[in-house]
Nanobody, 127 residues
Framework: QAQLVESGGGSVQAGGSLNLSCTVHGYVDSSYCMGWFRQVPGKGREGVGVTDSVGRIYYAESVKGRFTISHDNAKNTLYLQMNSLKPEDTATYYC?????????????????????WGQGTQVTVSS
């Protein structure tokens, strides 16, 4: 299974921007889901946004209009451009992948169906 490595986190003030990267190492199915998730201590992991091999992208309501997912197949890298950051965006951000089943979709709120988790990258937004 693929192993994903996140980078690009940091500390910014509210209203700032960060661009996270997720490099994929190893095999990924030709029909795939890839997603960004985040977690704060004491809370469950939540979906931020997911994309699939067909090009569909879904975002959590809390980040719509502020975050943008893109995928560079040539570089095997998934990106998360985060603009207009808010203190509540503070979390450790992870990327993960799973197969896209025929006729299916990529669930944004089912992190437990994904694998290849990396160590995550910390994003801290101060007010």
């Amino acid at each position: 299974q693929a192993q994903l490595v996140e980078s690009g986190g940091g500390s910014v003030q509210a209203g700032g921007s960060l661009n996270l990267s997720c490099t994929v190492h190893g095999y990924v199915d030709s029909s795939y889901c890839m997603g960004w998730f985040r977690q704060v201590p004491g809370k469950g992991r939540e979906g931020v946004g997911v994309t699939d091999s067909v090009g569909r992208i879904y975002y959590a309501e809390s980040v719509k209009g502020r975050f943008t997912i893109s995928h560079d197949n040539a570089k095997n890298t998934l990106y998360l451009q985060m603009n207009s950051l808010k203190p509540e965006d503070t979390a450790t951000y992870y990327c993960a992948t799973r197969s896209l089943r025929a006729g299916g979709f990529c669930p944004i709120h089912a992190h437990y169906e994904y694998g290849g988790w990396g160590q995550g990258t910390q994003v801290t937004v101060s007010s």
